[in-house]
């Protein structure tokens, strides 16, 4: 995977207002409203992860989801992170 530079996340991140650039990746917080459905939308978001073979670091804290990806291979942010990002805002959307 090719690694992206700073201006091509910024661009991109114009279609992913819910997401931010630092540290190295892209990141995110979610709210929901209780427990069960933060975590009935991070068991749909593994699913998608697992078809995508790309897996984020997250954390959960009782309704509260954060989301960090990078691709460790290509030690930043890629394409794939896009991906996996836009198919976590159409679950999280859904919820």
């Known amino acids: 995977m090719k690694l992206l530079d700073s201006d091509t996340i910024e661009k991109k991140l114009l ?6 650039y630092f540290d190295n990746a ?11 459905d933060c975590f009935s939308a991070m068991s749909r978001i593994a699913f998608e992860c697992e078809a995508l073979n790309h897996h984020p670091n997250w ?6 989801l954060n989301i960090s ?3 460790h291979d290509a030690n930043g942010v890629t394409q794939a992170d896009f991906d996996l990002a ?10």
Do not use: G, M, R
């Not at 954390?59 to 509260?64: D, K, R």
């Open 26 to 36: 892209l990141q995110a917080e979610f709210e929901f409203e209780n427990f069960k």
């Open 69 to 71: 990806l990078s691709t």
């Open 15 to 20: 279609h992913l207002p819910e997401w931010d």
């Open 59 to 64: 954390s959960n804290t009782y309704n509260i």
């Open 86 to 95: 836009h198919a976590i805002e159409a679950i999280v959307e859904e919820e």
